[in-house]
């Protein structure tokens, strides 16, 4: 069975910065892409970013210049480094693992910013 536990989340002031870790247990046999998504309240869950597994980044505009994925394959592991929060950035951040035994998530950590 597989387990995605992350970890980093909390609450940050604005202009401040968190790094986010997402680690997977167990095989995930070959992954595919690791990804971020997040879900503000009354909202629906979006994309943040992903990384494949050749190292091809994309970000949804909100993030581009401020967040930065990467992925570890080797230790099943995605990270997501995010810089210049602002309030609007608050919700629960879920990571996410698509690999040979499909799609995975992680439980979901809350991400505050607020002064």
């Not at 002031?13 to 070959?30: M, W």
């Not at 990270?79 to 210049?84: A, D, E, F, K, T």
């Amino acid at each position: 069975q597989v387990q995605l536990v992350e970890s980093g989340g909390g609450l940050v002031q604005p202009g401040g910065s968190l790094r986010l870790s997402c680690t997977a247990s167990g095989d995930l046999l070959r992954i595919s892409a690791m990804a971020w998504y997040r879900q503000a309240p009354g909202k629906q869950r979006e994309l943040v970013a992903y990384v494949d597994h050749l190292g091809v980044t994309k970000y949804q505009d909100f993030a581009k210049g401020r967040f930065t994925i990467s992925g570890d394959n080797a230790r099943q592991t995605v990270y997501l480094q995010m810089n210049s929060l602002q309030p609007r950035d608050t919700a629960v951040y879920f990571c996410y693992f698509n690999s040979g035994i499909g799609g995975s998530w992680g439980q979901g950590m809350q991400v505050t910013v607020s002064s």
